[in-house]
C-alpha cells in the first residue's frame, strides 16, 4: 500500500511566520505535488515536481515555495505566512502518468495563520 | 469560467437511494476523467476512472462520460451511510501528469 504521511495534521502560525510542510511518500514515486483545498474553490495546484531537484509552478504559486532534495519528500515553504494562507494543503504522488497510475494522497495539513 | 464546474451540494438522501453526482466542463481535450472520494479530515482516494466516452461500472458504482455534451456522471446504488463523503471529479489531458478538480460535491446518506 503507497503510503503519503504529512508532517502535521493542524497547524496554528502567525501572520509573518515563515512555515514548512513537510511531505513523504514510500513507494518511490517521481511526482509529487502540492496542492490548497478551499470551500467553493476545490483542489488547486500551488508546485509540483517530477524529479529531484526539479519543481514546476501550478496554478497558484504565489507565496509559497518547495524544496524536493530527495526523492521521497517534498516541502511546501510559505515565507512569510499571511491569513489569506489559512487553508488545508494536501500532498500527492504519483509514479508515471494518469490514469494508468493513481495520485495518491496525504490525510492534510489543516493550516491556520492568525 | 472554471474549466470543471460541479454543484458542491450538501446532497442528502436516504439509504438506500441511487445518487447522482455531476460534472460539466469546458475543455474538450480532456480524455481521462476520474472520480474521487474524500471522507472527512482524510484526503481523496481515487474511486474509478474513465477514458474518453462511455460508461464504466465498479460495483454499486458506475461513471458514464458524454463528451459531446461535456458532461460526467457518477451514480451509486443502494447508497449506504458509509458513502456519505465529498466526491470529487477530476480530469486531464491525454498522458499528462496534471489533474484538474471540481470543487466536490459533499453527499450525505442518512440510514
Known amino acids: 500500500d503507497v503510503k503519503v504521511t504529512q508532517s502535521s495534521r493542524y497547524l496554528v502560525k502567525r501572520t509573518g511566520e515563515k512555515v514548512f510542510l513537510e511531505c513523504v511518500q514510500d513507494?518511490?514515486?517521481?511526482?509529487m505535488f502540492w496542492y490548497r483545498q478551499d470551500p467553493g474553490l476545490g483542489l488547486r495546484l500551488i508546485y509540483f515536481s517530477y524529479d529531484v531537484k526539479m519543481k514546476e509552478k501550478g496554478d497558484i504559486p504565489e507565496g509559497y515555495s518547495v524544496s524536493r532534495e530527495k526523492k521521497e519528500r517534498f516541502s511546501l515553504i510559505l515565507e512569510s505566512a499571511s491569513t489569506n494562507q489559512t487553508s488545508m494543503y494536501l500532498c500527492?504522488?504519483?509514479?508515471?502518468?494518469?490514469?494508468?497510475?493513481?495520485?495518491?494522497f496525504g490525510p492534510g495539513t489543516r493550516l491556520t495563520v492568525l | 469560467q472554471k474549466e470543471v464546474e460541479q454543484d458542491p451540494g450538501p446532497l442528502s438522501v436516504p439509504e438506500g437511494a441511487i445518487v447522482s453526482l455531476n460534472c460539466t466542463y469546458s475543455?474538450?481535450?480532456?480524455?481521462?476523467f476520474m472520480w474521487y472520494r474524500q471522507y472527512s479530515r482524510k484526503g481523496p482516494e481515487l474511486l474509478m476512472y474513465t477514458y474518453s466516452s462511455g460508461n464504466k461500472e465498479d460495483g454499486r458504482f458506475t461513471a458514464q462520460v458524454d463528451k459531446s455534451s461535456k458532461y460526467i456522471s457518477l451514480f451509486i446504488r443502494d447508497s449506504q451511510p458509509s458513502d456519505s463523503a465529498t466526491y470529487l471529479c477530476a480530469m486531464s489531458l491525454y498522458n499528462t501528469d496534471k489533474l484538474i478538480f471540481g470543487t466536490g460535491t459533499r453527499l450525505q446518506v442518512f440510514p
Open positions: 513507494m518511490d514515486h517521481e511526482n
Open positions: 500527492a504522488s504519483l509514479r508515471g502518468l494518469v490514469p494508468t497510475d493513481t495520485q495518491y
Open positions: 475543455n474538450s481535450a480532456f480524455q481521462y
